[in-house]
């Protein structure tokens, strides 16, 4: 479901807290960068004024037109406690390229299959989007009356990724890596086999305590399948084997500082890498000791340790500690070097370059979506559907037994249930992200296209003319006047059920049937599917609230090409779901904005909890239509019923 990767590099103005920083005293904040201005500096008028950027890597699977963004703070009366982002005109960079194969999931981390050579195509084009984009921001200071330096590199990946390196730090090959869209008889196969060793209580614990189903798009079985097809790569005696599992973002990190990020006993992994493996206890930030139990020893030893992404002490002083070494980046990339010329021996931390672990694209897309409150779910159709919400959940130290009372926070910790058919990943420390994903949202419409050669926009605009005219009767009189049900599982289903070896499916087909009809069933398919994510997201949102929290309307933040463009999608969603469906447009490229926003609140030492959400930008709006109530709800019915009926037919 996702062939094709895009690396993008965007620069975002930094704001850092420190008093006495060159840049402002810590209430001095960013307003505006898209032409140009700078950070209000405390230096005298004679010096020149140091812009403190952002660079912001997105190894994302779609993307192909990514923005710059910059931070930008408020703590006025008016506009409360806002942290924003926004983009730097013309200073981004993407690279499109097919990097994960479809069904067996493998990561192209070698251009050529046989590995000869090993051009690492991934890395490479990695730092020849950096290239890029620091050339651009080069240029556009050239002739201005202030300079800049890079505050911090902030990295958002696709999730799941793991590569398997040897003890050189160096990937091993194709074969050792595993993402998120594996979906091969083989580990299905796994699915079923551990299923068979387990019991249906032990589960359902372990899907408790790591937020994920037991399914192939996870790394457990994954793994299994892995050590054992290769045993010469999956033994960690030989050289050349398996040593350490580490992630993209983290393979940058120590191909940039000369490998001292896996130095010492451990390599390191994000929370929210690991998390999104599907074998991190997310409610103590460990792995989940169950599920060690059932992989070879050989690989829980290459097990990288979770940490939160921001606390890596290699990167705390970026590529500053390559200075004299002779690394290619030293030179290549002096604004990366941090502003410590003039620090004292021991350094100021806002001196250097910080170098954030990766952060997983769904937690990024939230927060670069400007929804970070629980009124806000984020919902995104691109490729592939998601819906999600951040939730304020630290990590419990009691339960991971670290001898405190309670949490990082001085609060005692909420518990939460996590509904069948939602994932929970932990973000950060001190929240998770609790949501569900269908593998196929804008593809089902780019296969009915296909299907009617309908790749002619003139084409598809005439039929979707037709559709949202017949859609417009029906919302008056509340009809249903489409009697075709769509599943629309091309790939295979992840959220809700998680059923192996599941098929798209379009029932009610008759004589009478059209091309409109069969395209309008396939966008009420995969409204349907993303309702009923919606309807379990709501309930834990609202158990939530009955912990305590202040209650708040629930607000449906869109985004993805698929459904922004299209008012007729934006309408169904509005009405399926019961919610506003709000676009916000200032936030293109969420993905990218939301890694510049973590990387930000860590910088200015902010808690994500304490702040405001930005202001939503609204280009339109599309409300429910009550009418439509029951139409929907039968539909919705309809579905269920098919899907229960033919599930036993996919095993």
């Not at 979506?369 to 951040?390: E, F, M, N, P, W």
């Not at 910088?603 to 609204?618: G, V």
């Amino acid at each position: 479901p996702c062939p094709h990767i895009s690396i993008s590099s965007h620069l975002l103005p930094a704001c850092l807290a420190s008093a006495g920083a060159r840049t402002g005293a810590s209430s001095s904040f960013i307003s505006s960068f898209l032409e140009h201005e700078h950070v209000p500096s405390m230096s005298p008028p004679s010096e020149q004024e140091v812009d403190r950027l952002i660079l912001a890597i997105d190894v994302g699977s779609s993307k192909q037109h990514p923005l710059l963004s910059i931070s930008d703070g408020h703590d006025d009366d008016d506009k409360g406690n806002v942290l924003t982002v926004s983009s730097v005109e013309g200073c981004s960079s993407s690279i499109k390229m097919q990097a994960v194969q479809p069904n067996t999931g493998k990561i192209r981390i070698y251009r050529n299959d046989d590995e000869s050579g090993k051009e690492m195509c991934i890395l490479d084009d990695v730092d020849g989007s950096v290239d890029m984009t620091l050339a651009k921001v080069r240029a556009k200071y050239c002739n201005s009356n202030s300079s800049f330096i890079v505050s911090a590199v902030a990295f958002s990946t696709f999730v799941m990724n793991l590569v398997g390196v040897d003890r050189d730090g160096r990937p091993v090959g194709n074969d050792a890596t595993l993402s998120y869209a594996c979906n091969t008889p083989e580990v299905a196969r796994e699915c079923a086999a551990i299923r068979g060793k387990l019991t249906k209580e032990a589960l359902g614990q372990m899907y408790q305590r790591t937020g994920a189903p037991l399914h192939s798009a996870y790394a457990l079985p994954q793994l299994r399948v892995f050590y054992d097809d290769n045993p010469e790569l999956a033994s960690n005696v030989l050289a050349s084997s398996v040593h350490k599992w580490t992630t993209l973002a983290s393979l940058c990190l120590d191909r940039w500082t000369n490998g001292r990020l896996r130095r010492g006993r451990h390599s390191s992994i994000s929370y929210s890498e690991a998390s999104w493996t599907g074998m991190l206890n997310f409610r103590i930030g460990r792995w989940d000791e169950a599920t060690k139990r059932l992989l070879p020893k050989e690989c829980v030893l290459a097990l990288p340790l979770p940490i939160d992404f921001d606390t890596a002490p290699p990167t705390e002083r970026g590529i500053r500690i390559l200075e004299g070494s002779g690394s290619v980046y030293w030179d290549r990339w002096p604004e990366l070097r941090g502003d410590a010329d003039d620090a004292d021996d021991e350094g100021r931390q806002d001196d250097f370059c910080r170098l954030f672990l990766g952060i997983g694209d769904g937690a990024c897309a939230n927060a670069g979506s400007k929804c970070i409150t629980l009124d806000r779910i984020a919902v995104s159709v691109g490729t592939s559907a998601a819906a999600r919400i951040i939730l304020p959940l630290p990590i419990n130290l009691l339960a991971r037994g670290g001898g405190v009372s309670a949490s990082f926070d001085s609060h005692p910790v909420p518990s939460i249930e996590i509904p069948r058919g939602l994932f929970c990943y932990r973000i950060d420390a001190h929240h998770v992200l609790l949501g569900g994903a269908l593998t196929d949202g804008g593809s089902v419409v780019e296969w009915v296209r296909s299907v009617f050669h309908l790749q002619n926009n003139e084409a598809f605009d005439e039929v979707m003319e037709k559709i949202e005219c017949g859609y417009s009767n029906q919302q008056e009189s509340g009809a249903i006047s489409n009697q075709l049900t769509t599943i629309p599982f091309l790939s295979g289903e992840r959220s809700t059920g998680y059923r192996s070896g599941a098929t798209g499916i379009l029932s009610g087909i008759t004589r009478e049937t059209t091309r409109e009809d069969i395209v309008l069933s396939a966008f009420e398919g995969v409204i349907l599917r993303l309702s009923a994510v919606l309807d379990l997201l709501v309930d834990a949102r609202n158990a939530f609230f009955a912990k305590g929290v202040t209650n708040l309307p629930p607000r449906i933040v869109a985004s993805g090409n698929g459904l922004v463009n299209n008012r007729c999608w934006m309408q169904m969603l509005a009405d399926c779901s019961k919610m506003d469906v709000i676009v916000d447009g200032e936030t293109d490229e969420a993905t990218s904005r939301g890694a510049a926003y973590f990387a930000t609140l860590e910088l200015r030492s902010l808690n994500m909890n304490a702040m405001d959400p930005e202001n939503i930008s609204a280009s339109c709006t599309s409300t429910p239509n009550e009418k439509t109530l029951a139409k929907w709800k039968a539909k919705a019915e309809i579905q269920e019923h098919l899907i229960d009926g033919v599930s036993s037919t996919w095993n």
